[in-house]
């Protein structure tokens, strides 16, 4: 196919404007492109190198005459606007979560389950994981091919962009307000994040939160099968922006050492190993900015236990991921 005409909707949000500066930056053209939003971010112009695109309000009638549409809006929005897009001949990329559970739909972690998309699926969405399971997947996945995994911890700590637009903006106000000696604003997370931290991302149910269940039921679909190992998880919100940072332990099924551990992270091309302890070099949020791989580092090794950090940008990630595989579904039928 020539370039396909690519829309995204949600394209005022967090990570739908990183999809549509990630097409920029793949030298998409700007008349291939078709940005959607609610009524509230409808008319909004964003840069597109020499040209800009103008977001419209998303309407039924929206997406004919593309080719993929990457939806990027709450889940409530983004499930009818992926049937809707399935039903009128489009592939769809579906970023919200929505067909997590849903076994007709492949769930995909970009170098982890690539293959899931090389066998037949009925229908045309795509679910891409989320970024923590992205991070969590992504960054044990090598110890996991070389060592074998019996069982894997991780405790998420997300910036307020988790929660959207809405999130980074509350953040903001929770702050100034503080600052200046006022009662925070409590309108999107369960209480003041400025100053704070929150152990929770998302309503808990069960005794887990809603992102904790997000990352246990996809890694079992993306890890699946017999090896499968034992997984707990804890999300934690930050009062920083972007980027998410994961505290990870893991218990091999094989001994090892830490410089064999260094040696197959370093070697995996989706990874950046920054390991300098002694010079302060380490993962943090602020060095994966813009970056598409996941940072790992602060590698710890006791026989078959595993201590590492990670960290990710995870707006970009999930942009970047959404865009490969975008392209990929465009050259099919
Ligand atoms: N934040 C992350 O790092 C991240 C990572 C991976 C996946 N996700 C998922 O991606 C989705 C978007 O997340 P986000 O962080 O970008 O959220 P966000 O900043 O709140 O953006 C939401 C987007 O959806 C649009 N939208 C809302 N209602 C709509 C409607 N009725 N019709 C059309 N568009 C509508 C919004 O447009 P308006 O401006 O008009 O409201 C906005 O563009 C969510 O499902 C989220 O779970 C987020």
Same mark, same amino acid.
Request: with cysteine; proline share 6%; aromatic share 6%.
């Given at each position: ?73 709450? !889940?409530?929005? #983004? ?5 809707? *897009?399935? %039903?009128?001949? +489009? ?5 919200? @979560? =929505? ?42 996945? !090598?110890?996991? #091919? ?5 069982? *894997?911890? %991780?405790?998420? +700590? ?5 929660? @959207? =637009? ?42 887990l939160?809603?992102?904790e269940r997000a990352l246990l039921i996809e890694t079992a ?10 997984v707990?998880t ?100």
């Amino acid at each position: 196919m020539s370039e396909p005409i690519i829309a995204v909707v949600g394209a005022s949000g967090v990570v739908g404007r990183q999809v549509v500066q990630g097409l920029l930056m793949r030298d998409h053209p700007a008349d291939h492109v078709r940005a959607f939003a609610s009524e509230r971010g409808a008319g909004e112009e964003l840069d597109f190198g020499d040209d800009s695109i103008v977001i419209e309000k998303y309407g039924d009638d929206s997406l004919r005459g593309a080719n993929v549409v990457i939806v990027a809006a709450p !889940p409530e929005v #983004a499930r009818p606007v992926a049937e809707r *897009a399935q %039903a009128l001949g +489009l592939w769809v990329v579906d970023l919200s @979560g =929505s067909f997590r559970v849903d076994d007709k739909v492949p769930l995909v972690v970009p170098g982890v389950n690539d293959g899931v998309l090389d066998r037949p699926f009925p229908g045309r969405i795509v679910s891409l994981a989320h970024a923590s399971t992205q991070a969590f997947t992504r960054a044990l996945e !090598p110890l996991r #091919a070389a060592f074998g995994l019996l069982f *894997a911890d %991780a405790t998420v +700590l997300c910036g307020s962009a988790v929660y @959207g =637009s809405p999130g980074v903006a509350q953040l903001s106000k929770q702050t100034a307000e503080l600052m200046n000696a006022k009662d925070p604003d409590l309108e999107v997370f369960p209480h003041r994040l400025g100053f704070n931290v929150i152990p929770s991302v998302g309503a808990i149910e069960g005794g887990l939160s809603q992102q904790e269940r997000a990352l246990l039921i996809e890694t079992a679909r993306v890890w699946g099968g017999e090896k499968m190992p034992a997984v707990t998880t804890t999300s934690v919100l930050v009062p920083t922006y972007h980027g998410f940072t994961l505290v990870l332990s893991a218990h091999l099924a094989r001994r090892a050492d830490a410089d064999g551990v260094r040696a197959v992270l370093k070697a995996d091309s989706g990874l950046k190993l920054l390991y300098e302890p002694a010079e302060n070099i380490y993962p943090m949020p602020m060095l994966a900015t813009d970056d598409a791989t996941v940072h790992v580092g602060r590698v710890r090794v006791l026989g078959e236990r595993v201590q590492l950090v990670a960290a990710i940008d995870n707006a970009f990630r999930t942009a970047d991921a959404a865009l490969d595989i975008a392209f990929e579904l465009a050259d099919r039928d």
